[in-house]
Structures are given as structure tokens and as C-alpha cells.
Nanobody
Framework: QVQLVESGGGLVQAGGSLRLSCAAS????????MGWFRQAPGKEREFVAT????????YYTNSVKGRFTISRDNAKNTVYLQMNSLKPEDTAVYYC???????????????WGQGTQVTVSS
């Protein structure tokens, strides 16, 4: 019902910036929250940020506060993740997800993108 496509990942030096995009299509009106998660090799998928599509309220995990910004473009049905001051520990596959409401748990999101690789060199 909802299709998500991430883009914008790549290789950057520590301290650099990237902006990830997630374009949503299909029955997007049925989901009110979109979020970003990441998964590094050998680690569990972890919450990064989420946004309430209707209100624009945002939530972040502590490790990215002050560095990452999640935003939305209602007209384009697209959510963004602006990542600044990147650190090597930010290296992971980043996934966008859609769900019925804002949550920090990946289990509550029922639609996922394919992921985009972010690699930060030290």
C-alpha cells in the first residue's frame, strides 16, 4: 500500500554532511508517521528520528541530537534527513519507514524502504 525509496547515501569524511531523501508513494494518507532507522554490521536496527506527518513534530535519538534534522515536504510526499557533523560511528545502512504514528520502535512501522548506505571515513 505504501512504497518508500531512499536516496542520498554515500561516502563522506568525518565532519561532513549528507542529506537523505525518502520518497513515498501509494496510500500514503493511511500513515501518519515517517521515521529513519539505521543498522550497522553486527548491530540491531536502531531508531534515529521520526516525524509526525500532520503536525511536523520531531523526535530524535540522543546520539544525533544537534547534528541531524528530519523534515518533510508535504507536496512531494518526501521526508528528509539532514546529517551534519558526521562521525564514523554514524556509518550504517539507513532506512526510512512509515507507520500509523510516531514511535521509536521499528516493530511499530509496517512499511520500509530498501535502505541507503552511509559511510563516514575517519
Amino acid at each position: 500500500q505504501v512504497q518508500l525509496v531512499e536516496s542520498g547515501g554515500g561516502l563522506v569524511q568525518a565532519g561532513g554532511s549528507l542529506r537523505l531523501s525518502c520518497a513515498a508513494s501509494g496510500r500514503t494518507f493511511s500513515r501518519n508517521a515517517m521515521g529513519w532507522f539505521r543498522q550497522a554490521p553486527g548491530k540491531e536496527r536502531e531508531f534515529v528520528a521520526t516525524i509526525n506527518w500532520s503536525t511536523g513534530r520531531t523526535y530524535y535519538t540522543n546520539s544525533v541530537k544537534g547534528r541531524f534534522t528530519i523534515s518533510r515536504d508535504n507536496a512531494k510526499n518526501t521526508v528528509y534527513l539532514q546529517m551534519n557533523s558526521l562521525k564514523p560511528e554514524d556509518t550504517a545502512v539507513y532506512y526510512c519507514a512509515a507507520g500509523p504514528g510516531p514511535s521509536q520502535s521499528p516493530r511499530t512501522y509496517d512499511y520500509w524502504g530498501q535502505g541507503t548506505q552511509v559511510t563516514v571515513s575517519s
